[in-house]
């Protein structure tokens, strides 16, 4: 059974970071690409960045390059999301997405004063 956990979200003042986790399992996960992804409160998904498998590859969404950064451990089938200098427009539910588009339950990110 796939599985994918996110953790690391909160509550975080406009300038700050977080450090968000996605632990997976039931998949090989050395061997996807791997998203993050969001949605802000009353609007669709957006994509936010992709990894390729050995992790040497990434790309941002324009809303986030120079902000965030991806990453993953395969030894630890874990995703990670850097989020840096954070803004109020963040501010919405993250879902790291594995193959076939499965997603974990998400981890609320709220930037706010």
């Known amino acids: 059974e796939v599985q994918l956990v996110e953790s690391g979200g909160g509550l975080v003042q406009p300038g700050g970071s977080l450090r968000l986790s996605c632990a997976t399992s039931?998949?090989?996960?050395?061997?996807?690409?791997m998203n993050w992804v969001r949605q802000a409160p009353g609007k669709g998904l957006e994509w936010v960045s992709i990894?390729?498998?050995?992790?040497?590859?990434?790309r941002y969404a324009e809303s986030v390059a120079g902000r965030f950064t991806i990453s993953r451990d395969n030894d630890k089938n874990t995703l990670y999301l850097q989020m840096n200098n954070l803004k109020p427009e963040d501010t919405a539910v993250y879902y790291c997405?594995?193959?076939?588009?499965?997603r974990g339950q998400g981890t609320q990110v709220t930037v706010s004063s």
């Open positions: 039931g998949f090989p996960f050395s061997t996807y690409a």
């Open positions: 997405e594995g193959p076939g588009g499965y």
């Open positions: 990894i390729n498998q050995p992790g040497d590859k990434t």
